[in-house]
């Protein structure tokens, strides 16, 4: 008996999804690339439980989450862009910046924690860092939505800074 070669196609498509992992659950992003991939999916059960607590306004106990996801993976930069989330409705603006930085020296790429360190920025009245940060969100690929705003902030900026220029570096 031969087989077509659709046929074939089929069963080996059958085969291989078979054998493959389910998704990752993970509400934000994926595996960094460092460390253990095992401790990161426990890591990932903190983290996930943290984003449900952030979502129900129980601050203090989503950080605590999230400091015990990083207790177990260090290396995952939305832990960390959730502690800022969490600082940020606190109105702990210090440590929100810091858990921003961190986020975005695990995860250079996440637009997210660059937007929020040029909203941290601009809210100080630091306007060539707030750029700065403003432009680095815009280089890693923000939504669509999100690119009309960055642009924005950023002609804002300029010019604030072209009628103030000893506010450049």
């Not at 074939?8 to 690339?33: E, R």
């Not at 959730?82 to 910046?97: Q, R």
């Not at 940060?133 to 690929?141: E, S």
């Amino acid at each position: 008996m031969s087989t077509s070669p659709i046929s074939a196609f089929c069963l080996i498509v059958l085969v291989l999804g078979s054998l493959m992992q389910p998704a990752l659950a993970y509400k934000d992003g994926a595996f960094p690339g460092k460390g253990s991939i095992q401790a990161w999916h426990k890591a990932n059960d903190q983290y996930n439980q943290a984003c449900d607590l952030l979502t129900a306004g129980k601050y203090d106990e989503a950080i605590a989450k999230d400091r015990a996801a990083l207790a177990i993976y260090p290396y995952d930069g939305d832990y960390w862009g959730n502690i800022g989330d969490c600082l940020g409705f606190k109105k702990d603006t210090k440590g929100e910046e810091a858990a921003y930085k961190k986020a975005g020296s695990l995860n250079p790429d996440d637009w997210k924690a660059w937007d929020s360190l040029g909203r941290i920025y601009n809210d100080q009245g630091h306007d060539a860092e707030s750029k700065d940060a403003f432009v680095h969100a815009l280089r890693c690929n923000p939504p669509a939505q999100k690119v009309v705003e960055l642009e924005t902030n950023i002609r804002a900026l300029d010019d604030e800074m072209d009628k103030h220029p000893e506010k450049r570096h």
